[in-house]
T-cell receptor, first 110, second 117 residues
């Protein structure tokens, strides 16, 4: 199976909070990341969290990490139309490579 | 500041023709370089990565090859394209181990859309 799994679609109303979930399999992961991809473009790093942290907050973004359950989530407060994109969860270990999930397509509706 | 460029942005090629996608990074030295392919609903598949000039590791057997002729240049090639090579190709870089800033994040180019007909 895949190393990193996330649901494929999320629809949210403008102004509400979005929560995107991700599970990973390798407990030796050192860093976990959230990337955003807008249509036809490359990926941009939104935020990352080190594996010894439980939470990280950056303006409208909150990352929660549950190491026991190997579960990572990204919460976007006050979701805006510009937040419509594909969001990728990724994990890194003590090598040069990141493993990505399949991406969650977030659609913000008025 | 560091930048990454890849080209062409869009490419339409017939089956059996050759391919060359190029990627260059500026503003850093000794980066790790990567080629990913993105397929709908399947996320990002790592194709090749390189930790130095002439050092290429292949992640999956395929019709493609990669080369790193210079420190900040990474090229994805094929001698004969297949229909299944169609996709969105992304080049990326990260700091090498020697940089000592090992948060590991990747910085991506804008992508190259390849359509094989």
């Amino acid at each position: 199976g895949e190393d990193v799994e996330q649901s494929l679609f999320l629809s949210v109303r403008e102004g509400d909070s979005s929560v995107i979930n991700c599970t990973y399999t390798d407990s030796s992961s050192t860093y976990l990341y959230w990337y955003k991809q807008e249509p036809g473009a490359g990926l941009q790093l939104l935020t990352y969290i080190f594996s010894n942290m439980d939470m990280k907050q950056d303006q409208r973004l909150t990352v929660l990490l549950n190491k026991k359950d190997k579960h990572l989530s990204l919460r976007i407060a006050d979701t805006q139309t510009g937040d419509s994109a594909i969001y990728f969860c990724a994990e890194s270990k003590y090598d040069y490579k990141l493993s990505f999930g399949a991406g969650t397509t977030v659609t913000v509706r008025a | 500041s560091q930048t990454i460029h890849q080209w062409p942005a869009t490419l339409v090629q017939p089956v059996g023709s050759p391919l060359s996608l190029e990627c260059t990074v500026e503003g850093t030295s000794n980066p790790n370089l990567y080629w990913y392919r993105q397929a709908a609903g399947r996320g990002l598949q790592l194709l090749f990565y390189s930790v130095g000039i002439g050092q290429i590791s292949s992640e999956v057997p395929q019709n493609l090859s990669a080369s790193r002729p210079q420190d900040r240049q990474f090229i994805l090639s094929s001698k004969k394209l297949l229909l299944s090579d169609s996709g969105f190709y992304l080049c990326a870089w990260s700091e090498g181990w020697l940089a000592g800033t090992r948060t590991g994040e990747l910085f991506f180019g804008e992508g190259s859309r390849l359509t094989v007909l």
